[in-house]
Each structure stands twice: as structure tokens, then as C-alpha cells.
């Protein structure tokens, strides 16, 4: 009886990764001698989905894989990597005896992968870089790369500066995600790429490298201007502030509105302003406000992605005060001023000053303030000269500067002299000659003594 037998190998391997033809195959009738089969059966055995058997040449058959095995993700039926198939040929009505196959895959060394999060970053965004290669199931873990390491095992951005710190990556742990680094966009990096290298030990041995890049970089709106302050003015508040980060796309305007601060909204249909200067502009002033209202500003920067975030800022115009009331009561060598409260022209009196002259010159101290702060309204001079017509002036200060003063003339009035002495003094007949002292004041008069009365004559 004749005897079909398939030949070749049982018992094989086969690197993971590959495809193309795993073992030959072939029929021997019973005296050994190899035949031709008519053809050969589908595959048997519990992976013969996985593998295909092909007439090669005119007597074999090549057993391959229909797609590339993979020693960390086996396909077989029972998970183990190791393949079971039966192989059986036909001559016409004899069977070949099933010829079991086991093909072994074997573990090679599989290539690194970097995957990037986002894989277009931002300016200003984070990416996160997560290395997975399957060689590391057990044999890979996170200690094996050593970060920090110019030359060494770690990562290694490109362009480098700003490599901030961030938060892992979700999911970069587990059976082949090695592990995750992350990198903060620089806006230097806009347009470009950013590139990572990683250097790790595997199951398979030390020193691998993976590398790739991101997409470009895209550029955002820029960041907010910095650094804006306002300088307000008489009915008008300068706004001032230094570059807006670009973010990857010069700024091309500046843009400011304003609002008074009570009013709870923005009144859309006033809009907003554009600073002259276009993106090189740093100030603009907005005019026609009204002293002592607070007004609030928003400032923005336009780049071509957009507008970026706003600043808001709030101030007050304001001018120096208006003079005060000025009015003068003259008294015994002095003068009591009294004044009404200066207006204010929007920002708080927080002092009054007054001065005073006689003739053409300011006397003493050039200005004096007055005790009080902003709520004085009264002084009093003193040591002045009788029937002395004295100049006086008061002005009030607030944050702005001084204001114009109000100035008001008055005269102490001349005093008489007052005199001391016996109104009835006596005299003893032989005695001295001399019979009282008399005193007289009066300051800044020049005293001049007068007798007069029926005996006045008598006396001296
Ligand atoms: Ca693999
Ligand atoms: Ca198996
Ligand atoms: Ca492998
Ligand atoms: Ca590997």
C-alpha cells in the first residue's frame, strides 16, 4: 500500500517582526523517495488561522506567516508564542498522515516608539513624550532611565530651553508604555518642531535610543500686556504697558476701551481703540473724561491667532484743586483766617498752605502748611504790626499738585498805649521831688510822653 508522508521541519522558529517563509515543505511516498502531491490541504491545527501553506516549486509547500508575529502580543490560541499547525498533502486518493508544526516566535529586539500629547503642541502648551517599547513587559521599567544626563540615558529635548517639569503622563505605565517626560512649549519653539531623544536599557540590553519629533508647533494669541499702569491727568488717563508675549506670531496692535467704573458692563458698542503704533505701541491716551470719576481700562494685545487675554486697570483724572474761599478777620497784631473747602477737581485736598506779605515781600517762610490736612479751614497770624496792610493767600494740594491760591488783605488795627502807674499820687511837703513811674506800652508805635491839665506847668 502506498504511503504519503510530509517532510521537513517540526519543530521551528521564527524571529517576531518578520513576515515571509517560515519552513519549506514536502512528500515522500513510502519507499522515501520524493513525489509530487496533487496538492496540499488547508492547514490544521489550533493557529492554522495564523499561518498559510503555498505550493513553492514544483514537490514543496512554504509555510508562512499571513501577518508579522509579535512575541509580546502573541496570536496563538493558547497565548504562548508558539504556534501549532498540522501540514497534510494529497496524491489522488491517498492522504498524507496530519504533520504537526510548531513554530516558535522568538523575542528580538524591538524598536523604541515615542508618542507625543499633544501631537501638534502650542506655544505655551505642554507635550508629553511616552516611550514604549515591547521588549519591556517585565524586563523595562521606569529606574532604567536615568534622567538629567546630557550624554547619557534620559531624555533629551530639542530646542531645549524652558524643559519645565510636568505631570506624567496618563497611561505611561503599564506592560509597554515605559514611561512619560513632558515639556513646556517655549514660544522660540513656534514653527518648528520639537524633537526628543531618549536613551534607556531594555529586557534585550542597555543603551537604546528612540527618537522623534512633534508636528509644528503652532503659534497662539499672545499673553497680556505687561507691566500697564495709568497716569491720569486733567480729564484724561494715560495708559502705559510694555510688550505682550507674542506666542509664536508678532503682535500687530495694541487695543484699549474704558468704561466708568460704577457701570457695572462693558458697552459693547463702543469698542475698542487701537493704540497708534501698531505692535510696536506701549501707550495712548484716552481724553475727554471727567475729573473725579473713576473710569476702568482694558487693554489687549492682537497677534495673528487672535486677541490675547485682557488687562484691566482702573484711575481717577484729576486736576490740582480750585483756590479755596479765602476771608480775613484782623485782630490785636494778628489775623484769623477762615476758608471754605477748596473743590477738589477729582482727587482729595490733602492739604492747605498759606503765606503771607507785607509791602511787596513774602515774610518768613516762603509757604507754611496749616495744621489739619485736607479738613483745615482756619489759621490764625500772629505777631504782626499794627496798621500794617498784610497779603495773605491760601491754596490747596492734592495728589496732582498744588492749586492756584486765593488771596485776601487785611490790617491789624493800631492799639493804644497802655500805661501803668498812680492815678493819685502824693507827695510828702520837703520830701523828693520825685511822686510816681508811669509805663506805657505800645508795641510798634514809638512812645511819646505828654503832660497836660491847669498845673501842668508845675511838673516834669
Ligand atoms: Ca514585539
Ligand atoms: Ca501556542
Ligand atoms: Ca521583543
Ligand atoms: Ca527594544
Not at 486733567?234 to 505682550?244: G, P, Y
Not at 481700562?297 to 483724572?317: C, H, L, M, W
Not at 480775613?328 to 506779605?357: C, F, H, I, K, S
Request: proline share 8%; aromatic share 6%.
Amino acid at each position: 500500500m502506498r504511503v504519503l508522508t510530509v517532510q521537513g521541519p517540526s519543530d521551528t522558529t521564527f524571529a517576531e517582526g518578520h513576515t515571509g517563509e517560515v519552513a519549506r515543505y514536502w512528500v515522500a511516498d513510502g519507499g522515501g523517495q520524493r513525489v509530487t502531491p496533487d496538492g496540499w490541504e488547508a492547514l490544521a491545527g489550533a493557529d492554522r488561522g495564523k499561518l498559510s501553506l503555498a505550493a513553492a516549486g514544483t514537490d514543496s509547500a512554504a509555510l508562512s506567516f499571513k501577518t508579522a508575529p509579535d512575541y509580546e502580543v502573541p496570536a496563538d490560541a493558547n497565548r504562548d508564542s508558539v504556534y501549532e499547525v498540522s501540514v497534510q498533502a494529497r496524491q489522488g486518493p491517498l492522504r498524507s498522515a496530519p504533520y504537526p508544526v510548531r513554530v516558535r516566535v522568538t523575542n528580538e529586539d524591538d524598536p523604541g516608539f515615542i508618542t507625543f500629547a499633544p501631537a501638534t503642541p502650542k506655544v505655551g502648551g505642554t507635550v508629553h513624550a511616552t516611550l514604549a517599547d515591547e521588549d519591556g513587559g517585565a524586563g523595562i521599567v521606569a529606574s532604567k532611565v536615568i534622567e538629567d544626563s546630557d550624554e547619557g540615558h534620559g531624555w533629551h529635548w530639542t530646542p531645549s530651553d524652558a524643559l519645565d517639569p510636568c505631570p506624567p503622563p496618563s497611561g505611561a505605565s503599564g506592560a509597554v508604555s515605559l514611561l512619560g517626560d513632558c515639556y513646556k512649549v517655549p514660544a522660540s519653539a513656534a514653527g518648528r518642531r520639537v524633537r526628543v531623544l531618549v536613551r534607556y536599557d531594555d529586557a534585550h540590553g542597555p543603551d537604546k535610543t528612540a527618537e522623534d519629533s512633534t508636528g509644528v508647533v503652532q503659534a497662539v494669541p499672545p499673553g497680556p500686556p505687561e507691566d500697564v499702569e495709568t497716569d491720569p491727568g486733567d480729564e484724561r488717563v494715560a495708559l502705559t504697558w510694555t510688550e505682550a508675549e507674542p506666542n509664536g506670531a508678532a503682535v500687530d496692535r495694541y487695543e484699549h476701551r474704558h468704561r466708568i467704573s460704577s457701570t457695572l458692563s462693558w458697552d459693547e458698542d463702543r469698542g475698542w481703540n487701537t493704540a497708534p503704533g501698531g505692535g510696536a505701541a506701549r501707550s495712548d491716551t484716552v481724553k475727554t473724561l471727567d475729573n473725579g470719576t473713576s473710569y476702568t481700562f482694558q487693554i489687549r494685545a492682537r497677534n495673528a491667532k487672535g486677541y490675547g487675554d485682557t488687562v484691566e486697570v482702573s484711575a481717577t483724572p484729576a486736576t490740582v484743586p480750585d483756590p479755596p474761599d479765602l476771608s480775613a478777620e484782623p485782630g490785636d497784631r494778628q489775623v484769623a483766617l477762615t476758608w471754605t473747602a477748596a473743590p477738589d477737581n477729582g482727587a482729595e485736598v490733602d492739604l492747605y498752605e498759606m503765606r503771607y506779605r507785607s509791602r511787596s515781600r513774602w515774610t518768613g517762610r516762603d509757604w507754611h502748611p496749616v495744621d489739619g490736612e485736607g479738613a483745615a479751614r482756619d489759621t490764625t497770624v500772629t505777631g504782626l504790626s499794627p496798621d500794617t496792610t498784610y497779603t495773605f493767600q491760601v491754596r490747596a494740594h492734592n495728589r496732582v499738585g498744588y492749586g492756584e491760591p486765593d488771596s485776601v488783605a487785611a490790617a491789624p488795627p493800631n492799639q493804644k498805649p497802655v500805661c501803668t502807674g498812680p492815678e493819685t499820687p502824693s507827695l510828702a511837703e520837703n520830701g523828693s521831688r520825685q511822686v510816681g513811674t508811669y509805663t506805657c506800652t505800645d508795641p510798634g508805635d514809638a512812645i511819646t510822653w505828654i503832660l497836660k491839665g491847669a498845673q501842668a506847668a508845675a511838673c516834669s
